[in-house]
């Protein structure tokens, strides 16, 4: 299991009180619930007062500005993301059934957070210390589904392909969905979809069947 990530460098707060125990989280908590549902230009600092009841002097303390605030409700998502991955994928089943919790997982997360990563994708491309910062957390989360595609190929469920772009190819799939899923769409038929759309591209006889079987199992 890799290490955790260090927390990214911002600002030192403002001079004033100690940090209350507990309200950082409760910030971002609040925060992510706005920047979920909303653009991200559309969302004030006022809103993130109203939705966590701190003052507002309280969250510049915290977050300088809206910016810090964003890459921090970022950053902690996606290592929130990580780790839930890394229990996911942390057990004695098949690696092809493995990838299939993955998807689960990653699209549940994500289902209440559709525009959750809207704006970071446009900032990958620009080399600023926070979208380098985002790139570092994101080659962690990729290395979880990776490790779990060689081990895969290892064990005959996948072919023997390039598992840095398979992992590429399927974060791509997961974001698509997502992004752009219909209202009534249901989150298990997306993951069947996105399981079964994968393995027939890199997936062996063997491990489509041992998917196959597991599906038949949940039904």
Not at 138 to 165: K, M, N, P, Q
């Amino acid at each position: 299991m890799s290490a955790p990530l260090s927390h990214p460098t911002f600002p030192r707060r403002r001079r004033g009180r100690p940090p209350t125990p507990g309200l950082r989280d409760r910030i971002l908590r609040a925060a992510e619930t706005i920047f979920a549902r909303r653009d991200y230009h559309e969302v004030q600092m006022d809103d993130v007062v109203e939705e966590c009841g701190v003052g507002k002097g309280t969250l510049y303390r915290y977050f300088p500005s809206k910016q810090h605030l964003f890459f921090a409700v970022m950053f902690d998502g996606i290592q929130r993301l990580r780790t839930e991955l890394e229990t996911a994928v942390g057990t004695e089943e098949p690696p092809a059934q493995k990838v299939h919790r993955i998807v689960h997982r990653t699209l549940a997360f994500f289902w209440d957070r559709r525009f959750f990563f809207s704006l970071i994708h446009r900032s990958e491309h620009k080399m600023t210390g926070e979208a380098r910062e985002w790139l570092r957390y994101r080659s962690a989360l990729s290395r979880v589904i990776r490790d779990t595609l060689e081990a895969a190929v290892a064990a005959g469920h996948v072919r023997a392909v390039d598992t840095r772009i398979a992992t590429e190819i399927l974060l791509g799939m997961m974001r698509g969905v997502n992004r752009y899923r219909a209202d009534g769409d249901r989150l298990d038929d997306l993951v069947a979809a996105v399981v079964d759309v994968f393995m027939r591209g890199v997936g062996t006889r063997s491990g489509r069947r041992i998917v196959a079987l597991k599906r038949r199992a949940r039904a």
